[in-house]
């Protein structure tokens, strides 16, 4: 168990619909990571925050969004959802303060778009 | 930009030895990650190697290369829960890069 929770572990969904995924880092972890998964893409850092701010930018499209609260937790919401964006959603935890540090990832969530 | 080039499949005998190489291009090189992930499951961090050398812990071993921008993860007495994706990482314009992983099928 890494300490990371993400919720939920499975949905699904029509295409068009918009979702949010949640995802609590690991105590004390001021950084989370989000990072999709598909089966030929390997896995795709989405997106960096760290104590609230934006500190990374990945390959997240525009009709994807995420924030971080001020207890920490984030939320990534996934709008105007299409057929490829069916993959799983990873969150990952980390302290932020080194270049190259441990990322912790929590369980994921199992997105099918139909 | 990065790039990670790793074997996209391994399959080893129950027992044996396996090497999973890794071979990165990156500017500002601060050190190379491997991650393991089973099949539905979620990445864990197996290893770092910051400067040159091989890396020991327990049955898994890492070793890095600065000079030849290449890496290796050796798995040792490989068991059959071994069988998992096993992905090299490196920091870059994000956080981590990621190779696409190898897939490692342990075989009895």
């Known amino acids: 168990d890494s300490g990371v929770t993400q919720t939920p572990k499975h949905l699904i969904t029509a295409t068009g619909q918009r979702v949010t995924l949640r995802c609590s880092p690991r105590s004390g972890d001021l950084s989370v990571y989000w990072y999709q998964q598909s089966l030929d893409q390997g896995l795709q850092f989405l997106i960096q925050?760290?104590?609230?701010?934006?500190?990374a930018k990945g390959n997240i499209l525009e009709r994807f969004s995420a924030q971080q609260f001020p207890d920490l937790h984030s939320e990534l919401n996934l709008s105007s959802l299409e057929l490829g964006d069916s993959a799983l959603y990873f969150c990952a935890s980390g302290s932020g303060t080194r270049r190259q540090e441990t990322q912790y990832f929590g369980p994921g969530t199992r997105l099918l778009v139909l | 930009g990065q790039s990670l080039e790793q074997p996209s499949e391994v399959t080893a005998v129950e027992g044996a030895i396996v090497q999973i190489n890794c071979t990165y291009q990156?500017?500002?090189?601060?050190?190379l990650s491997w991650y393991q992930q089973h099949d539905g499951g979620a990445p864990t961090f197996l290893s770092y190697n910051a400067l040159d050398g091989l890396e020991e812990t327990g049955r898994f071993s890492s070793f890095l290369s600065r000079s030849d921008s290449y890496g290796y993860l050796l798995l040792q007495e490989l068991q059959m829960k071994d069988s998992a994706s096993y992905f090299c990482?490196?920091?870059?314009?994000?956080?981590?890069?990621f190779g696409k992983g190898t897939r490692l099928s342990v075989i009895a």
């Open positions: 925050y760290y104590n609230g701010e934006e500190r």
């Open positions: 990156t500017s500002g090189f601060y050190g």
């Open positions: 990482a490196v920091p870059g314009n994000t956080p981590l890069v």
